[in-house]
């Protein structure tokens, strides 16, 4: 496995910030007061509270996994603590047809107030572009706290997600009955068995990523059971007909005394259909509450042909979520499974240089793909190319685009027909981009349930 570790200082990060006074370091996961100095700075940073000590432990936990780096002022009041935060690490990324693809996730992006406009924020961003290639990822990912931030580095948005509320007092359940049962468990029993979960869970749905240590454990209560919030935490777990674990939720009920509820739940985890089906029937038809709040899910639910009244459901807070950005359009494009056959050559553009050329995406009927450079030669003796399949001329279809639009259709979440409309693709031949909406399709709307 990559140990995001060995990759050295970028040295264009290293000179570009020395030369406006700063220091840029990778903290060592050994160094204790290092960790705990950078982990106050990226809360500092988000606006969130002093982390309590098993907060802390949590926290440190995660950030010795990661390639953490940092941004000093030695002139500073606190110069122990950096001015900005960085921090990234290898991560699968699911993609259509059920598989995963090698990516570099980016979290922990804060630059101090006191020290904005002064490229800092683009150093760091760029050097995990070269970092992101060091580690032999096909594209890079984050989860975006502001829109109009990222879209310089080649960042697009590629899956959304939303806040589904459920009017309680309108939900009457006419879905199908599911053949297994759920069952209240205590989060402590769950825990051995949610990191499994939550894979197949993952692998179903594109834009979902690798969950890492610790994560599942803040979401079930289990960082410091004995606070007030973490005993609120409710879990039920759903058994199909064999008794295997096929998913399960966590939830709070909130209310004033001696008024109706609402529920709200931050995790829904769910690797079948039928899973899925029952946990939200559990959810919907909880008594003495008046609403249902389920953060981060997919903006194509099927919990509306799931009731009687489907405008019980609304959804709230829609948005980009997962932003993307293609690193080695080869290896990504190669990675998915496709809608439909047909050959599409793709003119990309990127400013950045990381994913610029001219790509011939040839698609056989089973869905997969081969990837080439539109430049790559073949082998005249043997009509073949170089991988092997038989020689054939350029693609007769094209688009002209940006890399920050091969991210956004990338998933299947956004219709190159649709960008071509605002402007941002270009048509280089009629039927291309028809081809395009047909070869990027998926039969599932990519979705990512969690932020990072």
């Not at 609402?262 to 029937?281: G, H, I, N, Q």
């Not at 909406?437 to 990519?446: K, V």
Request: hydrophobic letters at 40%; aromatic letters at 6%.
């Amino acid at each position: 496995m990559f140990d995001p570790h060995s990759i050295p200082a970028d040295p264009t990060a290293v000179n570009v910030l020395a030369g406006r006074g700063f220091e840029y370091r990778q903290i060592d996961p050994a160094d204790e007061a290092g960790l705990q100095a950078w982990v106050q700075a990226e809360t500092r940073g988000f606006h969130h509270a002093r982390p309590e000590a098993p907060e802390m432990r949590r926290a440190l936990q995660v950030a010795r996994q990661r390639n953490v780096r940092g941004v000093y002022d030695l002139s500073a009041h606190d110069a122990h603590l950096p001015v900005a935060t960085i921090d990234g690490w290898p991560s699968g990324l699911s993609v259509p047809g059920g598989r995963s693809v090698d990516a570099w996730a980016v979290s922990g992006v804060t630059v101090s107030p006191t020290h904005r406009r002064r490229g800092i924020a683009r150093a760091l961003l760029e050097a995990q572009l070269r970092y992101a290639k060091e580690a032999g990822a096909a594209l890079a990912m984050l989860t975006a706290t502001e829109a109009t931030i990222y879209g310089r580095f080649g960042f697009s948005p590629a899956a959304s997600a939303a806040t589904v509320h459920v009017d309680r007092r309108r939900a009457h359940w006419i879905g199908p009955e599911s053949p297994g049962r759920v069952q209240f468990v205590e989060p402590a029993d769950l825990i051995g068995k949610a990191p499994a979960i939550a894979r197949r869970a993952v692998a179903r749905t594109p834009g979902e990523i690798d969950r890492w240590p610790g994560m599942l454990e803040r979401h079930l209560g289990l960082v410091d059971p004995s606070t007030r919030e973490s005993r609120a935490v409710r879990v039920a777990r759903y058994d199909d007909v064999a008794g295997q674990t096929q998913g399960f939720v966590a939830f709070r009920v909130v209310r004033q005394p001696d008024e109706p509820g609402a529920v709200e739940c931050d995790l829904f985890v769910a690797a079948s259909d039928d899973a899925e089906r029952a946990l939200w029937r559990f959810l919907v038809e909880q008594d003495f509450v008046t609403e249902i709040r389920v953060r981060l899910r997919s903006v194509d639910e099927p919990l509306p042909w799931l009731l009687e009244d489907p405008r019980a459901v609304s959804l709230h807070e829609v948005g980009d979520h997962l932003w993307l950005r293609i690193i080695d359009p080869v290896a990504a494009l190669s990675a998915r499974e496709y809608g439909a056959s047909g050959t599409l050559t793709l003119e990309v553009g990127d400013p950045l240089r990381h994913a610029a050329g001219t790509f011939v995406l040839d698609v056989a009927g089973d869905g997969r793909a081969e990837v080439r450079p539109a430049e790559e030669t073949t082998d005249a003796a043997a009509g073949q190319f170089r991988s092997g399949r038989r020689s054939r001329p350029q693609a007769a279809h094209g688009l002209r685009l940006d890399a920050r639009e091969l991210a956004s259709i990338y998933l299947g979440g956004t219709r190159a027909s649709v960008l071509a409309r605002a402007g941002r693709i270009t048509e280089l031949a009629p039927g291309s981009l028809a081809l395009a909406d047909r070869l990027f399709h998926a039969p599932r709307t990519p979705h990512l349930s969690i932020w990072f």
